[in-house]
Structure formats: structure tokens, C-alpha cells
């Protein structure tokens, strides 16, 4: 520190006129040095930093145009992704409803179908049951007939004998014969 301040001194007893000497003095000779570099860098380098740093500015600031726009821009879209995702959504429980209620019409149809079928079942079912009832008595009247018939023929054969069969046969050739003289 010592040699800083004798350094500022010395500076301060330099003579006005007359001599011209080389200061050895390091620090002094490298402030002044630099002072006077920084002084040339202002002066000189200001317009060129004024430029970059405007050429900066404006960078930045086309950016933030940019990205205004861009964020403008993509809330566009987005509000017209939301008004389209609402018609989407509208259109879609419009579907599922008519869905619904086509699969009810259809249920209900199916319902109807199946009852007019089992209706028509039922119906065929008791058709079925009245023709086998009615051949079963058919069939018990043929059997009860035909036991009859054979009972009968049983009894007149064994009752029968040979003139009474004579008998009875010119007696029906004697109706026989009067139904065709009237005629």
C-alpha cells in the first residue's frame, strides 16, 4: 500500500516543463495505462457496443413480438379446439341418446317378436294337444268298435245256426225287393 500512495505522489511532483523521463514505476505506469486504454475503448467502442447492444434489444424484443403472437396464436387454437370438442361432445351424447333409445326399439321389437312367437307356440302347442286328444279317441272309439264288432260277431256266430241264417237272409232279400218295386 506504501508503494501505491508514493506511487500517487510521485505523480503529483512530476515537473511541468523541460524533462521527459521514463517512469518505473509499474503500478503507476499500469494504471495510467489502462486509464487511458479504457478511456480509447469508450470512446471508440461506444457506438460499437450501442449497436450490439441495440441489435440485442431488438432481438429480444422481435422475440417477445413472436412469442406474443405465437401465444395469440395458440390460444386461437385452443379456443377452437374447446368450441370443437363441445359440438364433438354434443354430437356424441346425441348419439349415445339416439343409440339408447334405438336399442330400446329394438328391446321393445324383440319383446313384441318373442311374445307374438310364443303367442303363436302356445296356439300350435294346443292344436297339437286337441289333434293327438282327438286321435287317441279316434283310436279308443276304433278299439271299442272293433271289441264291439268282434263281441257281436262272436255272439252271433255262436247263436246262429243254419236256418236262422236262412231266415234273416230272405227276410233283407225281401226288403231288398220292396225298396226296388217302389222305386
Same mark, same amino acid.
Given at each position: ?6 506511487? *500517487? ?18 503500478? /503507476?505506469?499500469? +494504471? ?10 469508450? *470512446? *471508440? ?90 286321435? /287317441? ?38 226288403? +231288398? ?7
Amino acid at each position: 500500500m506504501k508503494n501505491v500512495t508514493h506511487s *500517487f505522489v510521485f505523480l503529483a511532483h512530476w515537473p511541468f516543463a523541460g524533462s521527459f523521463g521514463l517512469n518505473t514505476d509499474i503500478l /503507476a505506469t499500469n +494504471l495510467i495505462n489502462l486509464t487511458v486504454v479504457v478511456g480509447v475503448l469508450i *470512446f *471508440f467502442g461506444k457506438g460499437v457496443l450501442k449497436d450490439l447492444l441495440d441489435n440485442r434489444k431488438q432481438r429480444i424484443l422481435s422475440t417477445i413480438r413472436n412469442s406474443e403472437e405465437l401465444r395469440r396464436g395458440t390460444l386461437e387454437q385452443l379456443e377452437k379446439a374447446r368450441l370443437r370438442l363441445q359440438k364433438v361432445e354434443l354430437e356424441a351424447d346425441e348419439y349415445r341418446m339416439n343409440g339408447y333409445s334405438e336399442i330400446e326399439r329394438e328391446k321393445a321389437n324383440l319383446i313384441n317378436a318373442t311374445s307374438i312367437s310364443l303367442e303363436q307356440l302356445e296356439k300350435s302347442k294346443n292344436e297339437t294337444l286337441y289333434f293327438e286328444k282327438q286321435r /287317441a279317441m279316434n283310436q279308443v272309439r276304433q278299439r271299442v268298435f272293433q271289441q264291439a264288432v268282434q263281441g257281436a260277431l262272436g255272439t252271433l256266430n255262436s247263436c246262429l245256426n243254419t236256418e236262422l241264417h236262412f231266415r234273416t237272409i230272405r227276410a233283407n232279400i225281401g226288403i +231288398l225287393g220292396a225298396i226296388e218295386w217302389k222305386r
